[in-house]
């Protein structure tokens, strides 16, 4: 065998002896709370449709007749000939939407966030970022270049020390000051305190970058997101992202921001322009979805009233959970492979819900990740809930395990 097939193994060998081993679970059914999942019925606790929108008739409908419209593929990058009319008034809507002069659309939220930071910072520049900010966030300050600084998680004084310690330092090389953060924590659900940093970013005349990928659709007037929820501007968060493939269930993702912003990123920023189109169905579906997420109250508020009858049932049942008012509701476990096995008992109990390990979460921090849809009923909830009691209640579980 060839040693680099042998080294492979090794290192999968490794991951697998630590409980850290990912594997595909296979769906045969839309993504919904009663879901098909490897040949079973089982009630879903872990997808990100946080409003059901993902298999919604109306919004698979405007998909249909965009095909019809339309045909499948874009064809072309935005700027050789894919940008579609549907993708122009999908970026004119997300404008409004956020009270934002204009916005761009990406692929993938992951794209999104390395095309942005990239395009924005490079070598002379500096780069803030809060330590439990999504990956692609991360991933997209290192490609830049810049130099690279991670802040405790939302503790804005440690924010200011490394801005304090910088701004010294760029007497003599001015560089510009990038700070970004997760709006909506994707694995704790907790929020950034988001006009402490809009604050900072005055004082230190650091640019805002906010990526709110889990607060659009969910929080905020009209499901505006966590920047609009707390109010503020286009001149106190300049770059506001935000992505499709969460609460409003389709695919793909934004940037809103000045007119000079956006045209900026559209000239400078590669993985935009050296990337085919998405299809312009999913632009349709996405303008449709949208529309019906801006006037989703009852989801928002049924979703609202889910979120605090589980925590309150939870936290009875004595399990560890970070404070979340969203729809993010993590059950610390600590170990991985205590997780995995509570993971475990649940599903032979009927409910998914699928643990997070390092290194997508800090080490000694592996959780279950509850999220909560409002397609959810109280007698799904309820089933989560029993399935919790009885795994603190068997004897094979909690000896071999605490959670
Ligand atoms: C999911 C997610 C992304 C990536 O978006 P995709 O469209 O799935 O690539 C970026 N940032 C955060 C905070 C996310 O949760």
Avoid at 94 to 119: C, D, H, P, Q, W
Avoid at 180 to 189: H, N
Avoid at 384 to 396: D, P, R
Wanted: net charge neutral; proline share 4%.
């Amino acid at each position: 065998m060839s040693s680099h097939r042998q080294s492979w193994i090794q290192q999968l060998k490794v991951r697998e002896e630590a409980g850290l081993l990912r594997q595909h679970r296979l769906l045969e059914s839309p993504q919904q709370p009663d879901a098909q999942i490897d040949g079973r019925s089982l009630i879903a606790f872990c997808s990100n449709d946080y409003l059901g929108m993902a298999n919604h008739p109306e919004v698979k409908q405007a998909a249909i007749d965009a095909i019809e419209r339309c045909g499948v593929g874009s064809g072309a990058s935005h700027l050789v000939v894919g940008h579609h009319r549907e993708h122009q008034e999908l970026e004119r809507e997300l404008a409004e939407f956020t009270g934002r002069e204009r916005a761009l659309v990406f692929s993938t939220g992951y794209m999104a966030n390395l095309a942005v930071i990239s395009a924005l910072v490079g070598k002379r520049d500096f780069v803030f970022e809060d330590k439990l900010n999504h990956a692609s966030l991360i991933d997209g300050g290192l490609l830049s270049g810049a130099r690279f600084q991670r802040y405790l998680h939302r503790n804005m004084a440690s924010l200011e020390g490394y801005l304090q310690r910088y701004s010294t330092h760029s007497k003599t090389t001015p560089g510009l000051k990038l700070v970004v953060t997760d709006g909506v924590f994707s694995m704790d659900g907790d929020i950034a305190n988001l006009p402490e940093l809009a604050s900072l970013c005055r004082q230190y005349d650091a640019l805002l970058m906010v990526d709110d990928a889990h607060g659009i659709g969910v929080t905020g007037p009209e499901g505006g997101g966590s920047v609009l929820a707390s109010g503020l501007s286009q001149e106190d968060v300049p770059v506001l992202m935000g992505t499709f493939g969460k609460a409003l269930g389709t695919a793909g993702a934004f940037v809103a921001g000045s007119e000079a912003l956006i045209e900026y990123l559209l000239q400078m920023a590669r993985p935009y322009i050296y990337t085919t189109a998405m299809p312009p169905a999913i632009a349709a579906a996405t303008r449709k979805s949208l529309a019906i997420v801006r006037k989703a109250d009852d989801k928002r508020r049924h979703l609202s009233g889910l979120i605090q009858y589980f925590r309150q049932k939870v936290l009875g049942l004595g399990y560890v959970m970070p404070v979340s008012h969203t729809p993010i509701q993590p059950i610390m476990v600590g170990d991985s492979r205590s997780a995995m096995a509570l993971s475990q008992f649940l599903e032979d109990e009927g409910v998914l819900v699928t643990a997070i390990r390092p290194p997508t979460v800090p080490d000694n921090t592996a959780r279950l990740r509850v999220t909560l849809s409002a397609e959810h009923s109280y007698q799904q909830v309820d089933k989560l809930l029993a399935a919790l009691s009885a795994a603190l209640s068997t004897a094979n579980i909690s000896g071999q395990v605490s959670f």
